[in-house]
């Protein structure tokens, strides 16, 4: 199910690529031998479309979302906040949410800079033309990933006080974006990677990076039924933390990023 | 507020396309020299030098977040990098000095609901201010509070829950009395109407005096309680440092002080499993002392400790073989004791037996009762010596290596409880086996 999720996300990524710049970089021509020499099954593309993939379905099952609009969930006491900064971190976050409702445009600016440059420069090694030269320069000069929802929820996170970054906890309160930020700033485990590690269930890695990060039970617990409200009381969660509480939470972080640097994702 | 996190004027350095410092604000030279660098030397602030080289690759700008160790705090920086003519142009809006990995132990909101009982009745949110709030999750509301003033016990509590309606500001107190609150509930539904549960708030009432025993039966555990937690935070602290050091994060160290540090996160775990023994040693003595009776599956444990050991093994050139059955061995027991007893098996054969040897876990089923072995290829123990070793602090002679004497006491002890046993077969030269027997589980 989850590779089969994979393969459509990556499949409707080659798509939106093709419609972006259908006219000068990309073209169907140029897709095949991208995925023959396997660059479009590369590691760092694959792990950006699956963890998109996770955010947009915790994003739909995400408790209080009815009641909070479509994919907006910012604390109000953000956008209001009293630090000029952060009020204006948020509503630039807030119009970053909405951006994205554009799926073609998202996938480019949502990208990190890394992964922009290599996919640009798999297209021109690919094409071999100045027009595709001239159009992925002209795209990568005007790619800002510091406005993409993830960097401003990462620059939201780095300037919360201690009294704001509570309500982080939840990501019902919360939203998405800046629960995932909040746990990279805190246990520096990166953003995507962390989605990947919530996956589509609540599981042992998911209970061990609330763990690194200092949640207690309780609040563990609430995040947890935010994201998986199938998520049972005496169940899963109960057996799942009796387990991850015995371990310090240092050592919790060394095999979280063992485990997640010999996790391997392969389509 | 934080009003330390972003600065008025950005601090600011040029680094080359290879990676050497060009030039620098004195505070980010300050941060070059306190991680070994020099003045135009390659940068040695690793985050800083990974920005760096990424602007430098892609000719595009990035805005991320870089921690920097330094001497006696870790610093957040906020760092804008952009291309330059040759070079990258960093620039460090945000600076955050704050204590070293600090998990975040921020109180929840004061006026939310820090009340949650499931369409039982059980208590799935407490506020975590309370002492002991964790050990009643999962239990019924009315076995932990009762209404103030009213003799009866559970039966009142539990009769005005099930009228599922809101309660505002109710006089209660914890079973033992010591504790008063005020409670206020409303009922959760779902969109089609059917009964969730409840959500509210359980505050201290303002004229009593410490709230320390909503759970009443712990108060004597000294150790566990009150020692514990303070013990094991400095040594989590003690862990984690050294072995950022013996890793190298924070810069390049010579093999010799990588290895004192590894010898420190040694000994500091060696102390930190010793206060968890001890912590155990206590509950378990205690005439109350209980264990939950889940249905447990030994061959999923036999895999999890596996894989939980598989590193620690390869440390010491060994491996660890599971020969467990493929169908569940189920028993009757708890998880996490039964995990508890077997990873203590497994650690020891890893301690105690040769480098290069194999660690087996094998699982079967035997009339009423599960097992789970754990034998090594070690020197084996003597006859005299087989029943010795469960005793506490038992270590027939050895010293040096990190175990207290406690463990096999512990484990068999807890086997015990679940109506199982922790036995022994060794013989010199031959290895050791151990083999842990749970009733099991009755269809």
């Not at chain 2, 010591?178 to 959500?199: E, M, N, R």
């Not at chain 2, 984690?240 to 390049?252: D, F, Q």
């Amino acid at each position: 199910m989850v590779r089969m999720k994979l393969f459509e996300t990556i499949l409707s990524l080659e798509k939106a690529l093709a419609g972006e710049n259908a006219s000068l970089i990309v073209h169907s021509r140029f897709w095949e031998p991208l995925v023959e020499n396997g660059s479009l099954r590369n590691p760092a593309l694959i792990e950006f479309a699956w963890a998109r993939c996770i955010e947009a379905e915790l994003q739909s099952q995400l408790v209080g979302k009815d009641m909070r609009g479509d994919l907006e969930q910012l604390p109000a006491s953000l956008l209001a906040h009293p630090d000029k900064k952060i009020a204006e971190l948020a509503r630039a976050l807030l119009v970053a949410q909405h951006k994205i409702h554009d799926p073609s445009a998202a996938l480019w600016s949502e990208m990190p800079v890394e992964l922009l440059f290599q996919i640009s420069q798999m297209m021109a090694y690919v094409a071999q033309s100045d027009d595709v030269d001239v159009a992925l320069n002209a795209l990568c000069v005007g790619h800002d990933e510091a406005q993409s929802v993830a960097g401003l929820a990462r620059k939201l996170s780095f300037c919360l006080d201690i009294e704001s970054r509570a309500q982080t906890r939840s990501p019902a309160l919360s939203g998405i974006p800046i629960f995932l930020a909040s746990l990279e700033y805190v246990t520096g485990i990166a953003y995507d990677r962390i989605l990947i590690l919530i996956g589509h269930n609540f599981g042992d890695p998911f209970a061990m990076l609330l763990r690194a990060a200092g949640f207690s039970k309780v609040e563990a617990f609430g995040a947890a039924r935010e994201i998986f409200p199938e998520l049972a009381i005496n169940g899963d969660f109960e057996n799942r933390w009796s387990r991850v509480e015995r371990i310090d939470p240092a050592d919790t972080l060394d095999l979280l990023s063992a485990w997640s640097s010999a996790e391997v994702i392969t389509p | 507020m934080n009003n330390t996190a972003f600065l008025s004027v950005p601090v600011e350095g040029l680094v080359s396309a290879s990676g050497n410092l060009l030039k620098a604000d004195s505070r980010l030279l300050q941060l070059q020299f306190n991680a070994a660098g020099d003045e135009h030397g390659p940068i040695a602030i690793p985050g800083l030098r990974a920005v760096a080289a990424i602007v430098a690759r892609t000719g595009m700008r990035v805005e991320r977040h870089v921690r920097v160790g330094d001497f006696d705090a870790d610093i957040d920086l906020w760092v804008e990098a952009m291309p330059q003519a040759d070079a990258v142009l960093i620039q460090i809006t945000g600076w955050h000095e704050r204590a070293p990995s600090e998990p975040l132990t921020v109180e929840p909101q004061s006026d939310g609901p820090n009340l949650v009982l499931n369409e039982h009745y059980h208590i799935v949110r407490m506020p975590h201010d309370l002492e002991g709030a964790d050990q009643v999750i999962g239990k019924h509301f009315a076995t932990v509070v009762e209404l103030r003033d009213i003799a009866v016990g559970e039966v009142p509590m539990l009769d005005l829950l099930a009228r599922r309606q809101s309660l505002e500001d109710l006089k209660i107190s914890s079973i033992s009395g010591s504790s008063q609150f005020s409670l206020s509930l409303c009922p959760l539904t779902s969109k089609d109407g059917h009964f969730l549960g409840y959500s509210g708030r359980l505050d201290t009432a303002p004229d009593n005096g410490p709230n320390e025993n909503v759970v009443s039966d712990n108060s004597s555990l000294v150790f566990g309680r009150q020692f514990a937690p303070i013990l094991r935070h400095p040594l989590s602290r003690i862990i984690a440092n050294a072995e950022t050091i013996h890793s190298r994060l924070r810069g390049p160290l010579r093999e010799s002080y990588a290895g004192y540090a590894q010898d420190i996160a040694n000994a500091a775990r060696h102390l930190s499993e010793l206060v968890s023994d001890l912590e155990d040693l206590e509950a378990i003595d205690r005439s109350d002392f209980s264990v939950a009776v889940d249905t447990v599956d030994l061959v999923d444990i036999a895999r999890r400790v596996a894989g939980l050991l598989a590193l620690k093994a390869s440390d010491n050139l060994m491996e660890i073989h599971v020969e467990a059955l493929s169908d569940p061995t189920l028993v009757n027991g708890e998880f996490r004791r039964i995990l508890q007893i077997v990873l203590n098996l497994v650690t020891n054969a890893i301690r105690y037996a040769p480098g290069g040897s194999t660690v087996s876990i094998m699982t079967g089923l035997d009339g009423r009762n599960g097992w789970i072995e754990v034998a090594d290829q070690g020197a084996g123990i003597e006859p005299t010596d087989q029943e010795r070793i469960f005793e506490k602090f038992e270590r027939l002679g050895r010293t040096g290596d990190g175990g207290s004497g406690l463990g096999l006491y512990i484990s068999r002890r807890l086997a015990r409880f679940m109506q199982g046993d922790l036995a022994i077969v060794s013989s010199v030269g031959q290895g050791t086996r151990f083999r842990l027997t749970l009733p099991a589980k009755t269809v």
